[in-house]
């Protein structure tokens, strides 16, 4: 069974960086898109970045100029270059995969702290 592992979270201060990633363990086929999502406590879970294979990148505005999102679908590897990191930046990082016609992927979840 596939599964998704994200690594990569900790505990750091504001302004400091983390760079998250994100493995698949056996085969996916047909991937297009990869992305990462964040489920702060109390709120639901909401969208960070993603890019589509072959397509463009995209970015939730208040993390826009601050992460940077990479992957290789043909690895099946993904980051997440976060800098600048800000307390409301505190969440588990989940890492999702979509592959064609309808089908997704999820991690279990890593924590990112930012706190002084």
């Known amino acids: 069974q596939v599964q998704l592992v994200e690594s990569g979270g900790g505990l750091v201060q504001p302004g400091e960086s983390l760079r998250l990633s994100c493995a698949a363990s056996g085969s996916i086929d047909s991937i297009i898109g990869m992305g990462w999502y964040r489920q702060a406590p109390g709120k639901q879970r909401e969208f960070v970045a993603d890019?589509?294979?072959?397509?463009?990148?995209r970015y939730a505005d208040s993390v826009r100029g601050r992460f940077d999102i990479s992957g290789d679908n043909a690895k099946l590897t993904m980051y997440l270059q976060m800098n600048s990191l800000k307390p409301e930046d505190t969440a588990v990082y989940y890492c999702?995969?979509?592959?064609?016609?309808?089908?997704?992927?999820w991690g279990q979840g890593t924590q990112v702290t930012v706190s002084s």
């Open positions: 999702r995969y979509a592959t064609w016609p309808d089908y997704e992927y």
């Open positions: 890019f589509t294979v072959g397509g463009g990148t």
